[in-house]
């Protein structure tokens, strides 16, 4: 059974970084799938960011609204995943998730197996 668990979270002020990690356990980490969620009080979870396994690349995808603020790594090594996040917005406030899916990276967060708890991440003006 996989496991997958957020740190990094935190209280950050307006243009500043924040870089969030993921540890997967359970899982070929070289292999699945990576992506990070988000999902603001009162909005449904979104999907951020992933990255795939070996098996299709490690290529990555963002959603549009982004534009180019966040970096979606992997660190197969230490079965760590990261989400490095500058320029922080207000609108970026949210529980931040890690999840892990079996098969290639997908933004639609009902295709993922594995979900870890969330970390908080609250930006301030």
């Known amino acids: 059974q996989g496991q997958v668990t957020e740190s990094g979270g935190g209280v950050v002020q307006t243009g500043g970084p924040l870089r969030l990690s993921c540890t997967a356990s359970?899982?070929?980490?070289?292999?699945?799938?990576m992506g990070w969620f988000r999902q603001a009080p009162g909005k449904a979870r979104e999907g951020v960011a992933c990255?795939?396994?070996?098996?299709?690349?490690?290529?990555?995808w963002y959603a549009d609204f982004l534009r180019g603020r966040f970096t979606i790594s992997k660190d197969n090594a230490g079965n760590t995943l990261y989400l490095q996040m500058n320029s922080l917005k207000v609108e970026d406030t949210a529980m931040y998730y890690c999840?892990?899916?079996?098969?290639?990276?997908?933004?639609?967060?009902?295709?993922?197996?594995?979900w870890g708890q969330g970390t908080q991440v609250t930006v301030s003006s």
């Open positions: 359970g899982v070929d980490f070289d292999d699945v799938a």
């Open positions: 999840a892990a899916r079996l098969n290639r990276c997908d933004l639609r967060d009902e295709k993922y197996n594995y």
């Open positions: 990255i795939n396994g070996k098996a299709h690349g490690g290529s990555t």
